[in-house]
């Protein structure tokens, strides 16, 4: 089969794909942030002899399971080799004894690492995963969010990995302070412990309702730079529930990535109708958000999204040549020009990053331009929304997470898309000035 007709299908989406050959036998298992791009650079010319040749050489059919994280296509892909066993995974195939998770909570400060005995009745293990690359995926994952202890000994000096903070408050450190200080960090500690049990545990909800109770408490004692943390905490969580939903409910239903898709979208079209009166479906959705620096090379990235799920075909990128140098006339020019055309659709809901300046700025283009499409801003930190409602601009928590995941998933390919294009031209212009020099 030609490689056009293999590709033919593929989404520009996070997934599973599998090479079978002409008796249906899986020969590989991969994983892919965008599937069409990945499974693509297989077909490059200049791969001509070795391993990869020889899979190419034998491919009939490539099959694909969408996901809606890397973390989901992480365990897929490692559940699949387990029980497929293919023959050009293995490189990725482990044949000792599966792995365990194992937290030591018998110590003053827990610590947490990989084994591969259950030989310790005072801890707590979760597994057994089939590979080790698995296991330290999904430990990379967590102690970004919860730091923790990997040394046998307490020092006097911080650890090397306290200074990437992955390992905060470090016992090491805290062992130094006096009381009650150091009471107060061993807790933090022994908390961001206990979180990171009861998500491996499945009781992620939990973890993130008292994370969202924290960082309001935090917010309404001014203390933004600690609520901005734990805000930061729990997006970081959401971003990963997906790995512990049962992963064959992907090979179940093939279809699922798409259900998770459409069911954020209804999620933010009820709240928004239930909220703010929204008078209609919101199926398609496009966000703005600028990029510059220092207010040169300035772009505007515009992401769709419909029904949930983002359609890259519809992406806009805009070079910003107006002469005023602010973040509201970028996104005026912007708007202005894609409203110019109607040809490549009309969304049901503006999205703007930013908060109530940039949204009244993108009132005022689309009231003259005569366009009656519902806007709101996502703004940071804790990523409220803006919305009008007749001759104001409110501010208001989106209380359903599906909603506010979907808000976000679109802010950020926004955000991208301009921090791409801009770091495009800048790379132009330097290297310009280069030659000229």
Known sequence: MSAKKLLSNLPASPGVYLFKNKAGEVLYVGKAINLKNRVSSYFAKNIISGKTAKLIREIHAVDFIKV??????????????????????SALKDDKHPLYIKITTYDEYPRIFMTRRENDGKSLYFGPFPESRTVRRVLKFLRRIFPYDTQNIIGKKACFWSHINLCNPCPSIVQQLRQPLQKQERGRYRKNIRRLVAILSRKSDKVKMDLQKEMDKLSKEEKFEEALGVRNQLRRIEYITGEYKNITGFLQNPNLAEEIYQQESVALTTFLESTFHFPHTISRIECF?????????????????????????????????????????????????????????????????????????????????????????????????????QSELLTVKVSDIAALSLLQRVRDEAHRFAGAYHRILRSRNMLQSHHAS
Do not use: C
Request: aromatic fraction near 8%; charge should be neutral.
């Open 68 to 89: 809606t994280s890397e973390l989901e296509a992480l365990l897929l892909e490692a559940h699949l080799i387990h029980r497929d066993q293919p023959f050009f995974n």
């Open 289 to 389: 958000d600028a990029s510059h620096t220092a207010m040169i090379n300035p772009t505007v990235g515009m992401s769709t999204f419909i029904n949930g799920e983002s359609e890259k075909n519809f992406y806009r990128k805009f070079r910003i040549y107006g002469k005023v140098v602010d973040d509201l006339s970028f996104l005026e020019e912007a708007l202005k020009r894609r409203f110019k055309h109607p040809e490549w659709g009309m969304p049901d809901l503006i999205v703007i990053d930013g908060g109530k300046q940039q949204v009244k700025r993108a009132l005022q283009v689309i009231n003259e331009l005569g366009i009656k499409i519902p806007l709101v801003g996502l703004v940071k930190p804790f990523d409220n929304l803006v919305i009008p409602r």
